[in-house]
């Protein structure tokens, strides 16, 4: 029925993103560069599969598809992919980081695909209000980018500690040895701050709405449940971040601590306090 048809298209999208990871970090040839091309192609066609998979999704449910752990983690992974897209269209990032931006989309549709999945069908009622396409779909969109943040941010300490071996002549080894082949440190440090800054205002909404949705459906604004406070704590790291970069002067290797710091409170908000602690936001 629809059910499977949405569990197939999801498979489908799911499984077109994760075939760019053979992209390379570097083309320093014909042939490496023409690999990336490739990389780069199959990472396109795979966000368009994903991007049928998930409206094939929304289809078959009669709702928007972002109704429960698997499809909001479907959609992040999506946003995650097209965000990355943006920065190598733009000229931002290098195309060899797909690789590395695949590592974390992998592991989200295949935990959605196999521990989450749950088949398409009407919301729960807790869920159904007109604000599930307002605060849930800022979620989904704050979300995918910060998980790219948290990504060019891990990169940044690699390449950073790459660099800190040679100038010291020490030996470098591997997985540091894989910094030579990242971008610069100084670009890898403007494009996380650059997405940190992008997606900070729309968590920033997705909050604000999320409370004005409490309020219509528990009669208050904000009570603290596990999943409001580790919402808070994700703002608060984040607010941090780009308040350090602003005010203290903050760059490189602390303010990527920062944004590795944050990016670990958003998995910890999403996937440990939905899966195991009770609270208002269990249905979810």
């Known amino acids: 029925g629809t059910a499977g048809a949405g569990h197939d298209a999801g498979a489908l999208g799911g499984g077109g993103p994760a075939v760019a990871a053979p992209a390379p970090v570097t083309e320093p040839g014909p042939t490496r ?11 396109l066609v795979g966000a368009v599969v994903h991007t049928g998979s998930v409206v094939t999704r929304g289809l078959a449910a009669d709702r928007v598809p ?6 909001f983690s479907s959609a992040v992974a999506l946003t995650a992919v097209v965000c990355f897209l943006v920065l190598v269209a733009t000229g931002k990032v290098e195309r060899g980081l797909g690789a590395f931006v695949m590592v974390p989309v992998v592991l989200y549709l295949g935990l ?15 869920l159904d209000s007109y604000w599930i396409k307002i605060h849930v779909f800022a979620a989904v969109l704050s ?12 990169l940044y300490l690699l390449r950073a500690r790459h660099d800190e071996r040679v100038t010291a002549g020490e030996p470098v080894r591997f997985p540091v040895s894989m910094g030579a ?15 940190i800054a992008f997606a900070f205002p729309i968590w920033t909404f997705a909050i604000i709405a999320g409370a004005i949705w409490a309020e219509s459906a528990w009669g208050r604004y904000w009570g603290w449940d596990p999943k409001e406070t580790w919402s808070f704590i994700t703002w608060v790291l984040y607010a941090g971040y780009l308040h350090a970069r602003a005010t203290a002067g903050w760059k490189g290797t602390k303010a990527a601590w920062i944004g590795v710091a944050a990016a670990v409170a958003l998995v910890i908000d999403y996937y440990v306090v939905n899966i195991f602690v009770v609270g208002f936001h269990s249905y979810a």
């Open 33 to 43: 560069s023409r690999a990336g091309q490739i990389g780069l192609l199959l990472t």
């Open 66 to 71: 972002w109704g429960n752990m698997y499809e």
């Open 112 to 126: 959605a695909g196999t521990v989450l999945y749950t088949a398409a069908g009407p919301l729960v009622p807790a």
């Open 143 to 154: 979300s995918g980018a910060f998980m790219l943040s948290g990504v060019i941010a891990l």
């Open 181 to 195: 082949s990242l971008p610069p440190a100084a670009t890898l440090d403007r494009v996380t701050y650059a997405v």
